[in-house]
């Protein structure tokens, strides 16, 4: 770690006093004493929240973009430090207008006026990474030009490796610190910061969310032009929108506000569960609205930088809590976060049902209309934690893309009912999910992977019937010990055990080309195999 810069860092720490974000008591006896002599130093009358908002600010673009991520979670931070993280801006003066043009055409290979039929040396915009310039092309269609700032990788990797020695610390000193994962934590945020230093990779992200909603009604892409992208310069089609925040434009055009906001919860669903890709920056600053069709309106999106993805386990594992939860089947909220992992095996069910009862019946008082479906999710996260859930990278960027969402709709319509939009959708996405369709489709495209290992498929399947039949007296003991869900998750198991077996035999009894020409023991046995699999 540099020296200079550790120094910068603790001077700034003691400046604004950020020892006293960390309550007295949850302080290690080791850190207690080295901050003794801090003591010494006067009181801050100002605010936590605004104090460590201040020293980000002026720790640089980097601390402030990582303060970014840190407002998104509210369920392992306090409400006043995430409302000051929240005023974070990533604003800083733009750099030399020559330098960006020597950068361009670099890139390029090409002088500017070679490329571009104009070219604004005024940038539009410019943060801590990159800045945009107007331009035209030699075609006449209006583009905008990004640019990476100059030198930003150095400056990015060295405070990454000291991001990197905070969380190391955090986790081997600090109380709970390890259920926290602050290096995970960082890493995720590596991961967001470098694939912001690689344009193609935005460009790539823009493409295919372009691509997954072509001809839609409810999002626009701009087009990316490949020809003059490189890795620190994107070239994009100009759009011509208006800020989402501008309601008074929109209403001046008579925009159906309602619509507006039911299509931004509809667009983030679509993104989640049927692309299972979605745009993870969508603050204000990057969505508009198109000027056409203002009672059909459309959303169009910017800066796709940051995108996001769930395993297929975690997409099905959040469906079904978000149900259960709206259902107010908290045994099975319970169930399902021992079933995903997220909180241990050993956890009390009885225990977690009952305190997650506690939290959500207060909440579900309310109309429904009146429920921030983002808060109700951000809770259940907060009282997952007093059972030792440990925190999910995976989930971060999706939790935060559904804050800006939801607050973002509000905002266009402070009546939406968030979960009229939702409720539907994930019952549709559950049904398609076991329909026989949806099976026959996973079976075509993974079809060739089983049949490159049918030969190992007789041994294997009499290993698994050998194994069971060992293992039958000792799961009749378990089960009649096992009471109420944990039962009902064994016969379960032992079905869809039994339905694989059942339909490895459908396989076996099958030519090559299995699926057209299943012989009507194939068929018999594939049958019993959807049987056993989708029976509740």
């Not at 372009?210 to 009604?217: A, C, G, I, L, Q």
Request: net charge neutral; with cysteine.
């Amino acid at each position: 770690m540099p020296v200079r810069r550790s120094l910068t860092i603790a001077r700034v720490f003691l400046r604004y006093r950020l020892d006293q974000l960390l309550p007295a008591e949850e302080r290690p006896l080791w850190l207690r004493g080295l901050l003794l002599p801090v003591k010494l130093l006067p009181q801050s009358k100002i605010p936590r929240g605004e104090r460590l908002r201040r020293a980000l600010e002026e720790l640089g673009p980097i601390f402030v973009k990582f303060g970014q991520l840190l407002s998104t979670r509210p369920d392992l931070l306090p409400p006043d430090i995430v409302e000051q993280l929240d005023y974070l801006q990533d604003k800083v003066p733009p750099f030399p207008s020559d330098q960006c043009t020597a950068l361009i055409e670099e890139a390029l290979g090409a002088k500017v006026g070679e490329v571009f039929a104009k070219f604004d040396q005024q940038p539009l915009a410019a943060a801590s990474v990159a800045q945009v310039h107007a331009a035209e092309l030699k075609s006449g269609e209006s583009v905008v030009v990004k640019v990476l700032r100059p030198g930003i990788d150095e400056v990015i990797q060295e405070d990454l490796k000291l991001l990197g020695v905070i969380a190391r610390g955090i986790e081997r000193f600090v109380p709970e610190g390890r259920r926290m994962r602050p290096v995970e934590v960082v890493e995720d945020y590596r991961h967001t910061i470098e694939g912001e230093l690689d344009l193609t990779r935005e460009a790539a992200n823009g493409t295919q969310l372009r691509r997954n909603f072509t001809n839609s009604p409810l999002l626009y892409i701009p087009e990316v032009h490949w020809d003059y992208t490189r890795e620190n310069v994107l070239v994009l089609e100009r759009i011509d929108g208006i800020p989402v925040t501008d309601l008074a434009q929109l209403r001046a055009q008579d925009t159906n506000m309602q619509l507006l906001a039911e299509r931004g919860v509809e667009i983030f669903f679509k993104q989640v569960f049927e692309y299972n890709f979605f745009h993870a920056d969508m603050h204000p600053g990057n969505i508009f609205v198109s000027r056409e069709h203002p009672q059909r309106p459309q959303y169009i999106a910017i800066d796709t930088a940051i995108v996001g993805s769930l395993t297929r386990e975690d997409q099905y594992y959040l469906a079904r809590n978000l149900l259960a939860m709206f259902r107010r089947d908290y045994r099975m909220v319970a169930e399902l976060h021992v079933q995903s992992g997220w909180v241990r095996s050993d956890t009390p069910i009885n225990a977690f049902e009952s305190a997650i009862r506690s939290v959500c019946e207060p909440i579900f008082e309310k109309p429904l209309g009146e429920i921030s479906f983002a808060r109700v999710l951000i809770s259940l996260f907060q009282t997952a934690r007093r059972f030792d859930m440990a925190v999910q990278p995976q989930l971060v960027l999706l939790q935060k893309t559904l804050l800006n969402i939801e607050g973002l709709g509000r905002q266009l319509y402070p009546q939406l009912d968030l979960w009229k939009t939702a409720h539907p959708f994930l019952e549709r996405w559950m049904r398609d999910r076991i329909h026989p369709k949806t099976i026959v489709g996973e079976i075509k495209r993974y079809g060739p992977e089983w049949l490159e290992k049918f030969p190992q498929m007789p041994q294997l399947v009499y290993s698994a019937l050998e194994q069971s039949r060992e293992l039958a007296p000792q799961l009749e003991v378990i089960g009649e010990q096992l009471a109420g869900s944990q039962r009902r998750g064994l016969r379960q198991y032992i079905r869809r055990v039994a339905g694989v077996v059942l339909g490895v035999g459908a396989i076996a009894v099958s030519k090559p080309e299995w699926l057209a020409q299943l012989p009507p023991t194939g068929w018999v046995l594939g049958v019993a195999a959807l049987v056993l699999l989708l029976w509740p």
